[in-house]
């Protein structure tokens, strides 16, 4: 005996039956691709705190300035108050003479990594800096310019 399937609203034989979707059954899987490539990339953000910005997250503090024989130094301590591992960091040094005159403009690259709640040491360097300009000096603006850091 042989089983035969019959269409119950005008009695046809059928004689091909698929158990597959169609093509529009599958466009319920695009959406939920987007989510499942999305989730990791949201979670992220989100652990990450969202954009970092160097200006908050990176603070001098302690500067100190010196000169020996044509050469000046300026000191200080870099802290890391934010939530990422900060690189390639640089330190910008503006020197101001009587009334607020921009005098010069030093930097260096503070070569370590800084991680979060840690600090570092930097110090900027000039050579061949004359006496004249170091006796103008009145006031000095230490600041972090850029720095760089990767969420992977």
């Known amino acids: 005996m042989k089983a035969q399937l019959k ?10 039956l698929s158990f597959s979707w169609g093509r529009k059954q599958w466009l319920w899987f695009i959406p939920f691709m987007v989510i499942i490539i999305l989730i990791p990339i949201i979670m992220n953000y989100a652990i990450r705190g969202g954009k ?6 990176l603070v001098i503090k302690d500067t100190d300035r010196r000169f ?7 000191l200080g301590i870099i802290e890391n ?7 390639n960091i640089v330190v910008q040094a503006d020197l101001y003479g009587k009334n607020q005159k921009f005098l010069d403009h030093l930097s260096c690259n503070a070569c370590a ?16 800096f004359p006496q004249a300009r170091w006796t103008a000096i009145n006031d000095m603006k230490v600041k972090v310019s850029d720095a760089y850091h990767s969420n992977y």
Not at 7 to 16: D, F, P, R
Not at 68 to 74: D, Q, S, W
């Open 52 to 57: 970092q910005d160097f200006r908050v997250d």
């Open 68 to 74: 020996n024989n044509g050469t000046i130094e300026i």
């Open 113 to 128: 990594d800084i991680l979060p709640g840690g600090s570092e040491h930097f110090k900027i360097t000039s050579k061949e």
């Open 7 to 16: 269409c119950s609203n005008c009695g046809a034989e059928i004689s091909n």
């Open 81 to 87: 108050h934010g939530k990422v591992n900060w690189k």
